[in-house]
């Protein structure tokens, strides 16, 4: 899949956690990162993907999981 400009492995990771439910504060103590990379992380994965929040960032997620976008990683 092209989407223009494809999520480093870090955004992919971000990303499943964020469809899982986890919030930028669990998702950072998952990682090792702060929170405000996570949520800096969240606003580009935000913007490559066309979201303009985070329900609709979710829904995407969705969307790419299903055509096995986000199966590796993590």
């Known amino acids: 899949i092209r989407l223009g400009k494809d999520l480093s ?3 992919i990771d971000i990303t499943k956690l964020a469809l899982r439910g986890h919030s930028a504060e669990r998702i950072a103590l998952f990682l090792g990162l702060s929170k405000r990379t996570v949520e800096h992380h ?3 994965i935000k913007l490559k993907l ?3 929040s985070k329900a609709e960032l979710i829904e995407k997620a969705r969307e790419l999981e299903q055509v096995g976008y986000l ?4």
Do not use: A, D, F, P
């Not at 199966?71 to 993590?74: R, S, V």
């Open 9 to 11: 492995k870090r955004e």
């Open 42 to 44: 969240l606003e580009r």
């Open 71 to 74: 199966c590796l990683h993590l």
């Open 50 to 52: 066309h979201c303009n």
